[in-house]
């Protein structure tokens, strides 16, 4: 996506990981469905963040391309139902979709005028089986108190509570043979607000405190996930959804 005063764009960061039910997605990303259909998938937005709408970045395409195909895709976890993360579903029909609960609730039934605007109702018309999930009834990870293993997917796949963002955001921790990733979605957006290296562009913030269902949260958010960053050690590293450099990070930390 390339939205005004963001010089290096955004991206939409989805994991795969290969587990012992079948390939796993974090996130879906935009789909074939939403480059036929922007203004009714992806609403006005779409003028602000100007996605590119490419269907070789498209997740079924990268499936694809890693020698898999759609039915291999049998689980997706969603950090949250905006429509830049669940565009892709419609792509992978058969899957199983995991949210929190309160994500489900505010997706099917929005509140706020935010809500009914970022929950496009064609992004769930091919009927998702929505799997729901309560975080608070885990045992905790790294200090967050509401986080469940899907051990129904896998060992070592947790699902965090990180509401701000939306409702029921949500944060992802996958073990990894080199260690824990923390997909943290739209918890952050860009790397500076937690690595402290300077200064994020000014549309970014703006956007971010414009749609967040909760400001207070969100710069809670920011807070913790900066302590970890700085206390963070080899075993873990921390990724968010959008910000391009965080996913190169990822990638040659993967090829390593």
Not at 48 to 53: I, L, N, Q, T
Not at 82 to 103: K, M, N, S, Y
Not at 165 to 172: D, F, K, L, S
């Amino acid at each position: 996506m390339r939205p005004w005063g963001a010089p290096e764009g955004l991206v939409c960061h989805v994991i795969a990981i290969e587990a012992g039910t079948g390939l796993v997605l974090v996130d879906s990303g935009l789909g074939l469905a939403d480059m036929a259909a922007p203004g009714r998938r992806f609403g006005p937005a779409r003028f602000f963040v100007r996605p590119a709408f490419r269907s070789e970045e498209s997740a079924i395409r990268q499936v694809e391309s890693l020698g898999f195909v759609a039915e291999d895709v049998t689980d997706i976890i969603l950090t949250h139902f905006d429509a830049d993360h669940v565009g892709g579903l419609a792509d992978f029909p058969q899957a199983r979709v995991h949210l929190t609960t309160t994500e489900a609730d505010a997706a099917l039934a929005p509140r706020t005028l935010i809500e009914r605007e970022r929950y496009m109702p064609a992004q769930r018309a091919h009927g998702p089986h929505l799997v729901r999930h309560e975080p608070g009834d885990g045992d905790g990870w790294r200090g967050f108190a509401a986080a469940k293993e899907l051990t129904e997917i896998g060992e070592g796949i947790v699902l965090i509570s990180l509401p701000g963002h939306t409702r029921g955001h949500a944060a992802i921790a996958v073990d990894t043979d080199n260690g824990w990733l923390l997909h943290a979605g739209d918890a952050f957006y860009h790397h500076t607000q937690v690595d402290g290296g300077g200064q994020a562009p000014k549309s970014l913030l703006a956007m971010e405190r414009l749609i967040a269902a909760d400001w207070a949260k969100v710069i809670g958010n920011h807070q913790r996930l900066a302590e970890m960053w700085h206390q963070a050690t080899e075993d873990l590293l921390i990724v968010n959804a959008h910000d391009p450099s965080l996913l190169r990070r990822a990638q040659e930390r993967n090829r390593a």
